[in-house]
């Protein structure tokens, strides 16, 4: 069974740092691509970061800079880390996981980010 389990959201002022991660099970994590999507009130989902298997990044505008994606093999754990984050940060977060196609096909249950201002 595959199962994706987000934690380390939460309330932060804007300014400040958090740090969310994913533990991935029941698939080959090395030959997966992950990434951390997100959903703000009203919004449509989309993509914050993507790793490839072999840690190539990317990162939507709105994040480059102040966002990292990583990747443990070894702990099977994908990573965000957060830095000087925005109001409009606020969102759901989730992670996922593509195994075949190029569009995630498994997704964890979502971590609340919220930011104040």
């Known amino acids: 069974q595959v199962q994706l389990m987000e934690s380390g959201g939460g309330l932060v002022q804007a300014g400040g740092s958090l740090r969310l991660s994913c533990v991935v099970s029941?698939?080959?994590f090395n030959w997966t691509s992950k990434g951390w999507y997100r959903q703000a009130p009203g919004k449509q989902r989309?993509?914050?970061?993507?790793?490839?298997?072999?840690?190539?990044?990317n990162y939507v505008d709105s994040v480059t800079g102040r966002f990292t994606i990583s990747s443990d093999n070894a702990k099977n754990t994908v990573y965000l880390q957060m830095n000087s984050l925005k109001p409009e940060d606020t969102a759901v977060y989730y992670c996922?996981?593509?195994?075949?196609?190029?569009?995630?096909?498994?997704w964890g249950q979502g971590t609340q980010v919220t930011v104040s201002s």
């Open positions: 996922a996981a593509t195994t075949r196609g190029s569009s995630p096909n498994y």
């Open positions: 989309e993509v914050v970061a993507t790793i490839t298997q072999d840690g190539s990044t």
């Open positions: 029941g698939i080959w």
